[in-house]
């Protein structure tokens, strides 16, 4: 089978080093890709949001099966583009049509939608410019801190979370007046604080059948102890010591299942992966903070690195509908990964570093994010430049390997977080 992954990050990276260990793929290619993806397929430089050079490329390369990698060609429609021509209708495509990517699309269709499910979350209101005065209001009778989510796509980074009602009516006012966000907040969701531990929940879909991946949890702050500026996730550790059988099950049936049967009551079309942004609180109750319509980035790199069957096989039967079938396996041990990134993120950062040593670490498996191929070079190319991932009989095992093999790597200004996995 000829396969074609879209997107250019560690979690693509992953995808591509767990496929290319199938003996059902036969050629790889990554759209546009990085400097990791190329060791293991076939970069090709065009834009994942590009659907006409995704088309030309399909047809050109016999792509049998397409696997979206980020949420920005979901939301756009990507799924749709296939199904509606002619010359591509018959190659399988993983990742959810347009009407259910609103579930990532938009904050307020994804409170619509587990309000309607009766899927537990936090109360929540959403406003626009027209009726800022009422969303001051709103914020005036909650309790402290104020989360305010900008209702679109803003790269990991619409969610801010104040302590101060003054701070948080100027912080609304920028989203909405101002467009802080751009489009994405043209519209913003207040919602109550949830106070608990995070995790995420990963689960597959055909449509009809679902199957649940290792948890993992992540780590967004830039600073350790969890402070400074939300980043797309500084490390993250799998599987999560607190997630008890009890509290998994507990989130099957108050969570996953009420999210896949309202798949089929709203007709929302979904074979993909499902990523559900939980929160334990009191009484050991889990609470969906979002649904992310595609994998996690990093958690991606510790949930494959566990999944011991072979992914085309999973993946050819989400498409073809035939996921029951399937009996998911999972390595026993514990995964970690530690992010490594440029200085300065998640604000302004320099690119074009050169990154050495990455041939010297042996005990880990480097997954590449932003970084590039440029005249046979390794340079850097983004903010998250490379995941550490290693294994361990326990995650503090595994942690510090990712850290003793993060010592033979280099590039100017890299930063990382040294309390990846403190809290638990």
């Known amino acids: 089978m000829n396969i074609l992954i879209l997107g250019s990050g560690g979690r693509e990276h992953t995808f591509a080093w767990k496929i290319a260990q199938s003996d059902k793929c036969k050629n790889l290619f990554v759209a546009p890709g990085n400097s990791g993806t190329a060791e293991v397929a076939t970069n090709v430089n065009i834009s994942e949001t590009d659907f006409d050079a995704i088309k030309a490329l399909v047809l050109k390369e016999a792509i049998d099966l397409v696997v979206v990698g980020p949420e920005a060609p979901l939301v756009k429609g990507v799924h749709d583009y296939f199904l509606n021509d002619s010359d591509l209708k018959h190659v399988s495509v993983i990742g959810p049509q347009k009407v259910a990517a609103e579930l990532e699309g938009s904050k307020e269709f994804a409170k619509e939608f587990m309000s309607r499910h009766n899927i537990p979350t936090a109360a ?20 402290p801190p104020y989360v305010l989510k ?10 801010v979370i104040l302590n101060d009602i003054d701070e948080a009516k100027a912080e609304l006012k920028s989203m909405l007046v101002d467009a802080k966000f751009g489009d994405a907040s043209a519209k913003v969701v207040i919602e109550e604080f949830l106070d608990g531990i995070e995790l995420s929940c990963f689960v597959l879909t055909d449509g009809k059948n679902y199957k649940i991946l290792p948890t993992a949890k992540d780590y967004k702050r830039i600073g350790e102890g969890d402070t400074g500026l939300n980043t797309g996730g500084m490390g ?15 989130i099957e049936e108050r969570i996953v299942k009420p999210t896949i049967d309202g798949f089929a009551k709203d007709k929302l079309p979904y074979v993909g992966f499902v990523f559900i942004g939980l929160i334990k609180v009191e009484n050991d109750d889990p609470k969906v903070i979002e649904y992310n319509v595609r994998m996690g980035d990093p958690e991606t790199e510790v949930v494959f690195p566990r999944l011991k069957n072979d992914l085309v096989e999973v993946l050819d039967a989400m ?8 009996n998911i396996e999972i390595d026993e041990r514990a995964a970690t990964t530690i992010m490594v990134v440029s200085g300065g993120y998640p604000e302004a ?3 074009g570093k050169e990154i050495t040593g990455v041939e010297n670490i042996t005990e880990s498996i480097p997954f590449h994010a932003g970084a ?5 070079k390794v340079v850097t190319s983004g903010g998250r430049v490379i995941s550490i ?9 595994a942690i510090k390997k990712s850290y003793q093999s993060i010592e033979k790597l280099h590039f100017d200004k890299m930063y990382y977080r040294k309390d990846i996995g403190f809290d638990l």
């Open 389 to 397: 991932t290693s294994y361990g009989e326990t995650y503090q095992e």
């Open 150 to 159: 900008a209702d679109g796509l803003a790269a990991g980074k619409g969610v």
């Open 124 to 143: 929540y209101e959403s406003f626009t410019k027209d009726n800022v005065e009422a969303g001051y209001a709103f914020l005036e009778s909650l309790k």
């Open 236 to 250: 993250a550790v799998s599987p999560v010591p607190f997630a008890t059988p009890e509290f998994l099950n507990k």
């Open 349 to 351: 950062y320099e690119k």
């Open 372 to 376: 590039q191929l440029k005249d046979g």
């Open 319 to 326: 498409a073809n509908q035939t996921l029951d079938k399937v």
